[in-house]
C-alpha cells in the first residue's frame, strides 16, 4: 500500500468514522465503513415500519 493511500484511510478513519483503532485490512476496513452508514439507515427503516404498522 503507498503512502497516499494509507495516509487517506487513516484520515478517514479518524475523522469520519472514528475507527475501533484495530488494523484492517482493506475489505475489512470498506466493511466497517459500510456497516457504519447501514446500520443507521437499517434502523430508520425498522423504525418507519413500525411506526406505520402502529398508526393502523
Known amino acids: 500500500m503507498d503512502r497516499t ?3 487517506a ?5 479518524s475523522v ?3 475507527s475501533s483503532g484495530q488494523n484492517l ?3 475489512g476496513t ?3 465503513m459500510t456497516s ?3 446500520e443507521p439507515l437499517l434502523l430508520g427503516l425498522a423504525a418507519l415500519a413500525v411506526r406505520s404498522r402502529v398508526e393502523r
Open 5 to 7: 493511500e494509507k495516509g
Open 9 to 13: 484511510l487513516v484520515v478517514v478513519n
Open 16 to 18: 469520519v468514522f472514528r
Open 25 to 27: 485490512t482493506l475489505p
Open 30 to 32: 470498506a466493511i466497517e
Open 36 to 38: 457504519w452508514i447501514g
